[in-house]
């Protein structure tokens, strides 16, 4: 079976008011230095690779005091046109849940609440026929149940064992094709590793040390990969399996944990 890319439709919030003010997860360090202004650089290169690619991208307003709202994935969860509203764990980002729920409510789409934290895609994820569905860290294991209730697709529950590896995107990204994900093995349960075996046998496994760089952290169209350039391990593999690959750099994102793929909410009509 060939890889066929398919023209994608994406959510994403300029780094405006971006800063590592907090610390909630391992990854960020707010005693340490950012450059703002090349932050905002990185986070346009990436729009510009998705439209370059073919890709609608959608801009919601970041608002000031929301440091981390550059990380549309955990906006919300959209399939089949359905929106389901997140929840966050911290209080820190709680502020953005009811500003991606209004821009989508905005756009016409019907908007579930999320009763139970679920930080969006951060956690939850569409791959074939299934809805794959991280917990652990952030979102909660009865939110998977509301998952399965408002999209009607069976999910899929993955439990995360490592705290650097804390929204099932750093873990885990969804690929075209036979393969289905990539994954690092070590960042599930031995319980969660053998559902992934079994789910996806043919999947690409990942070196630790392009985790590290969070180098999971992807957007797949289909046969196109755009990954953090420091993943070269990763980004090798994907093209022995017939995947092309573009390398980013969020260098700056990444010190409050995160890369290409928590800039980015898909949109499925
Ligand atoms: N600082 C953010 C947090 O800890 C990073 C979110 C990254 N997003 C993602 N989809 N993994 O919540």
Known sequence: MPLRASARHYLMCRPTYFAVEYAINPW???????????AVRQWAALRR???????TVDLIDPLPGLPDMVFAANGATVVDGRVLAVEFRDPQRADEAPAYAGWFARAG????????VN??????L?????????TGFRTTHAAHARVQEVFGRPVVTLHLVDPRFYHLDTALCVLGGEAGVAYLPEAFSPGSRAVLRRLFPDAVLADPRDAAVLGLNAV?????VVLPAQATRL?????????ETIGVDLSELRKAGGGPKCCTLEVRR
């Open 28 to 38: 960020m360090d707010p005693t340490a230095p950012v450059d703002a202004d090349l």
């Open 235 to 243: 980004s090798a593999a994907l093209r022995e399996r017939g995947y």
């Open 49 to 55: 690779t998705y439209l370059d690619l073919g890709h």
């Open 220 to 224: 797949c169209d289909g046969a196109r």
């Open 109 to 116: 789409f019907e908007v579930h609440e999320a009763k139970l």
């Open 126 to 134: 569409l791959a074939g026929d299934h809805i794959l569905a991280g």
């Open 119 to 124: 930080e969006g895609e951060g956690d939850i």
